[in-house]
């Protein structure tokens, strides 16, 4: 599957972003597929998962204010982040795994999106 992701931008903390990522293929809902970040100078790490059934995961640092979702229909994944704060500041990529579970593990992932740049400025 190929992904493609669009969303991002410049924010004041305190505001919102939505990131989309489409998936080209037949077989989206096969799919488990997790959002990750990377700042500047830090490695990547897990934003949240959602499984083939829709259950999902959140890491600690954005549980409550980023929430993902899936409309297979649409083979799109998304990332709603609110009360964006400038540690949420990092290039946010989009990824798919084959399999049903989400995992926090980017080496699990094997079909990026490209990164896409978040900045919350204070």
């Known amino acids: 599957v190929q992904l493609q992701a669009s969303g991002g931008g410049l924010v004041q903390a305190g505001g919102s972003l939505r990131f989309s990522c489409a998936a080209s293929?037949?077989?989206?809902?096969?799919?488990?597929l997790g959002w990750f970040r990377q700042a500047p100078g830090q490695e990547r790490e897990v934003v949240a998962g959602i499984s083939t059934r829709s259950y999902t995961y959140h890491a600690e640092a954005v549980k409550g204010r980023f929430t993902i979702s899936r409309d297979n229909a649409k083979n799109t994944v998304y990332l709603q982040m609110n009360s964006l704060k400038p540690e949420d500041t990092a290039v946010y990529y989009c990824?798919?795994?084959?399999?049903?579970?989400?995992?926090?593990?980017?080496?699990?992932?094997?079909?990026w999106g490209q990164g896409t740049l978040v900045t919350v400025s204070s």
């Open positions: 990824a798919a795994k084959l399999g049903p579970y989400a995992t926090t593990r980017s080496f699990d992932y094997n079909s």
């Open positions: 293929g037949r077989t989206f809902s096969s799919y488990a």
